[in-house]
């Protein structure tokens, strides 16, 4: 990819995050070869993959870094999201209940939760995870949206 492209505008503006994109994981894919060991490398790869959808090499970067740094709950929550985006959301709920183990604070994982819980109709888990992330986070806008729509569906007509 050209990065040296010109555009006007929001097109400019993407153009030169898809370059930023690719650059970033031009040098992490190189840092994970020099050194397969480095978690937060794998991490930033895993995330990075994952945005340009390419999500089972994301998952596979998150694994690693799980196995290198059992301790994360950061890296569980972003494992998670990777599975649930493939809707593998039984095996998403896992990770992120691992990451509440380590972290029961983190409101984005609550909020994760709640939307995987959802997914699956199991709604009463749903809304307590979004009701932890409201309270963790001060109201954590999505999880008070999607709380709002479980308790008022829209009627059907």
Do not use: W
């Amino acid at each position: 990819m050209n990065c040296e492209k010109r555009g006007n505008g929001h097109d400019r503006c993407a153009y030169a995050l898809r370059c930023r994109l690719e650059l970033g994981i031009q040098h992490l894919n190189t840092a994970v070869k020099l050194d397969p060991g480095l978690a937060e490398a794998r991490v930033r790869l895993g995330i990075a993959l994952a945005t340009r959808g390419q999500l089972q090499e994301a998952e596979q970067h998150l694994s690693a870094a799980v196995k290198l740094n059992p301790d994360s709950a950061v890296i569980y929550n972003n494992l998670g999201l990777v599975i649930a985006e493939q809707s593998r959301f039984s095996e998403a709920i896992a990770l992120y209940q691992k990451s509440l183990s380590l972290d029961d604070n983190a409101s984005s994982t609550h909020y994760n939760a709640g939307l995987a819980y959802e997914e699956l109709g199991q709604l009463q888990e749903a809304k307590s995870h979004y009701e932890a992330a409201i309270h963790l986070a001060n109201g954590h806008l999505n999880a008070h949206a999607r709380l709002q729509a479980m308790l008022n569906p829209p009627s059907r007509r």
